[in-house]
Structures are given as structure tokens and as C-alpha cells.
């Protein structure tokens, strides 16, 4: 079928579009690979990275969180490439599918060569992939609305939040003891399928998509005016209160598994005992988030609004509080264990609910309110800049140059 047999502009419908099925199954998968590989970094640098000769080779810690922070941040710097290839150029189709093959190659060089240079080909590859689809695959959600089911953007985006904890909920439980049990390989070789499988699920919806055409030379005209610039400033500003939340959130996939390491990891379930994984313990803020959801959505906003009224800004900053909360239990389960002490690793879960909570409330609200607020022919471009704010954070990580090596 040839391209302009596609969908350009959203079906009269009052139901769910036909194409979030495949978006929301897309973003499960690809989320999937990118928490399983994003939880054992770390643990994979610190223990298992290799020299070309096969000898391990391991970084310290300071070196394995300066790469972490690097390509995490480095992932949340390339959207604006995304969002420019896709409002300009491309359209968001064909900058997701062709984009996630350099995604899909990166998580085959990462799992195939375990050594520094297999690590910063295939981080660099995957960050280059990831960032690059970020703000058309969330951009492209409300894409597939119209006039008569606007009314169904919210709960679309809601769905789309939960397929990502979804996707990172069982990545994160079970790549750790992959990587335990098979090795780096299979621990990286799984979430590499489940990449081929998010590409594969997003071109099967091709037809069901609205492929809303890129602006071209219009862009220039359309968005370098008084009116747009003004709205782009706006959001930036807004956007740029994010930058601690991210800086802090960030943490709990580096500086909090390191911590748990040093922690006493057995768990009494009614008599039933169990060691839990270091990086597996990430798993709580996927589940966490999975069932705050809902229970923000019809119990918590509901009840706070009948005393004062909640607006989307005001659930930012509420996010924004709640999260610094969380560091302060952190930073005393620190000092228990810098006094000597080996508190158990349970000690850890008030800080994981107060995280969950924050991110509902600022991190959901942002990526609707991202959408919801930019001009038409600027929604990847504004996606991309909430995305530059979790980049931006990046200067408020701990940094140290790295050790050369082979």
C-alpha cells in the first residue's frame, strides 16, 4: 500500500483510537529493553566488563556512575534530533521505525562484545536511538485524537505510562538474574529482542496510525514568530523547575543500588526467605507507579481538589516536593550504614513510595502537559525540550573523568 494510503488526519470515532493498541505494545517492549539493560549498567561495569584480551577488566564505582549518568543523560539530550527529523522532515512513522534500527543495533553490538569498546559503541548507538524516538512515540499518542474523542487523550497518556512500568517492571525483576545466573550475554541478549519485537509491533500498526506530514520549509515561518517563540519560552521555564526532580530521580538506578549492595538483602515473606538482587529492588517503583496511578487519578487528586484546586502546575511542584522527601530517607539510611550498621533492604521501600508518588504527580502531568500546551506543528519539538530538562540534569550529577582502558 503506498504512503498516502495512510491515515492523515484522526477518524470520527468516540472510542479509543486504533492505533494506541500498537503504541502502548511498543512502548511496553522497548521500555522493557532499556530498564532491563539500564538496571544491571552499573553492576554490569563494576563486575563483568572485560579488556579486549577477555580478562575482566572491571571500573570502579565512581568511573561505572560517571558512564551511567553519561548515557542516561545522553538519552534525554538526542530528542531534540528526533523531534526535528520527525515535525521537518519525516514525519513521526518513519523517524520511530528507522531511528529504532539504530536502537536495535545497539543492543546487538552491547550484547555481543562485552569489553569498553562494545560499551561505548553500543550505549552510544542505543542512546542515539532512544532519545531519538522519545518525543514521536509520546508526541504520536495524541496524534490519533480528534475533535470527538479528545475527551480520551488522558486516559491514552495513562496507558501509555503504565505500558512503560509495565515494560520496566518485569525487565528490572528479571534481567538482574540473568545476569547473575547466564552472564551479560543472555542478560543483555533479552531486552535486545524485545527491541526487534517494539520495532516490529510499531510498523505492524502503520495503517492504523494518523501520520500527521511533516511541516518542511513551513516549520521555519510557523515557529520563528513572536506567538510561538513566546509559547516555546513559556514551556521551557516550566519545564526547566524539572531539572532537580530528574537530577535526584536519576539516582535511585545508580547511587541507591550501590547503596543496597551494602545492605542486608534477605526478605522474610510469612517463613519464606529470599535474597533479593541489589539492581531487583528497582522493581518497586515500577509496581509502585503501576498501582499510584489509579490511585491518584480517583482517589488522591479528587480529595485534594475539594480543598484546594489542583491545576497541572500545582501537581508538579507537588511532585517536585515529594521526591526530595524521598533523598532525605535515603541519606539517613546512609548514615546508618556509614556508622556501621546494615540495615536491611527493606529500609529502602518508604523511600521507593515517596519517589512512585513524586513521578506520578510531576513526570505524567509534565508529558501530557507537554502536548496538551504546544502549538500543532510543534508537539515532538516541545516533547523534546520536557526531554532536554531531564538531560539538563545531568550537571547536577556527580561527575569524574573517566580511567582509560582498553
Known sequence: MAENKYLTAPQKMTTMPPGIPYIVGNEAAERFNFYGLKAILVIFMTQY???????????????????????????????????????????????????????????????????????????????????????????????????????????????????????????????????????????????????????????????????????????????????????????ALIFAFLIPFWALWDQSGGEWVLQAQKMDRIISFFGWKFELLAAQLQVVNAIMILSFIPLFQYIIYPAIDKIWKLTALRKIGLGIFTIGVSFLVSAWIESKIQAGLKPNIAWQLPAFALLSAGEVMASITALEFAYTQAPKHLKAVVQAIFYLSIWRRGGLQFRRPPLQGS
Open 49 to 235: 566488563l572485560r579488556d579486549r584480551s577477555g580478562a575482566l577488566a572491571p571500573m570502579s564505582e565512581n568511573d561505572a556512575n560517571f558512564w551511567f549518568h553519561l548515557f542516561v543523560g545522553s538519552n534525554y539530550f538526542f530528542p531534540m534530533m528526533g523531534a526535528i527529523l520527525a515535525d521537518v522532515f519525516w514525519g513521526k512513522y518513519r523517524t520511530v521505525f528507522w531511528i529504532s534500527m539504530v536502537y536495535c543495533a545497539g543492543c546487538l553490538v552491547l550484547t555481543a562484545d562485552n569489553t569498553r569498546l562494545g560499551l561505548a559503541v553500543g550505549l552510544g548507538l542505543i542512546a542515539l536511538g532512544a532519545g531519538g524516538i522519545k518525543p514521536c512515540v509520546a508526541s504520536n499518542v495524541g496524534d490519533q485524537f480528534g475533535a470527538t474523542n479528545q475527551h480520551l487523550v488522558s486516559r491514552a497518556f495513562g496507558w501509555f505510562y503504565f505500558a512503560v512500568n509495565i515494560g520496566s517492571a518485569f525487565s528490572i525483576w528479571f534481567i538482574p538474574r540473568f545476569l547473575q545466573d547466564y552472564g551479560p550475554r543472555i542478560a543483555f541478549g533479552v531486552p535486545a529482542v524485545l527491541m526487534l519485537l517494539a520495532t516490529f509491533i510499531f510498523w505492524s500498526g502503520r495503517y492504523k496510525f494518523v501520520h500527521v506530514p511533516p511541516k518542511g520549509k513551513a516549520f521555519i515561518s510557523e515557529t520563528f514568530n513572536r506567538k510561538s517563540l513566546a509559547i516555546l519560552g513559556r514551556l
